[in-house]
């Protein structure tokens, strides 16, 4: 089922993880760029309308956390109120800027999807183990109510 454009979205926050496989480690001069613009891009998202909730570690980033066998890949695991606050942010504020330059910093990833969505009741926290699961399913699956993206979305739950 498609998204509802009329259905109460407010039990349920909109969990999402985008990943990418870095070109160069964190400390090569090449990354220098994306690495010292983090903490500007999160305090953006953390300001942001429908902002909730993101994965960091102590050092207010998640670029330290290694949630693959690749240790390569970046999470960033976020929760949003909606998915139009999502959009919002990913598309119409600075962060749109730095994800047109994504391919500076990361490889196209043809055997992961990049952005996978998934509802949560309201308050809860994902975890890295769900949002992988996710990622997987919707890799073997394509868009479901379970994991999906951007094309289609799928409204939350009804039950």
């Not at 394509?142 to 999906?148: E, I, L, M």
């Amino acid at each position: 089922m498609a998204n509802d454009a009329g259905r109460d979205e407010s039990a349920w926050h909109l969990a999402q993880i985008n990943i990418g496989r870095l070109n160069y480690p964190v400390d090569d001069p090449r990354t220098a760029e994306f690495m010292d613009n983090l903490d500007p891009i999160n305090a953006l998202a953390e300001q942001s309308p429908g902002f909730v909730w993101r994965l960091q570690d102590d050092s207010g980033n998640a670029t330290a956390i290694r949630a693959f066998d690749d240790e390569t890949i970046l999470p960033n695991l976020t929760v949003w109120d909606s998915i139009d606050s999502l959009k919002n942010y990913v598309f119409k504020t600075d962060h749109a800027l730095f994800r047109r330059r994504r391919r500076e910093w990361f490889e196209a990833m043809d055997d992961l999807p990049v952005l996978t969505m998934w509802w949560i009741p309201a308050g809860q926290v994902p975890t890295l183990v769900e949002a992988k699961e996710r990622i997987d399913h919707l890799a073997a699956n394509g868009p479901t109510p379970h994991a999906f993206s951007f094309h289609p979305v799928f409204g939350p739950p009804t039950d």
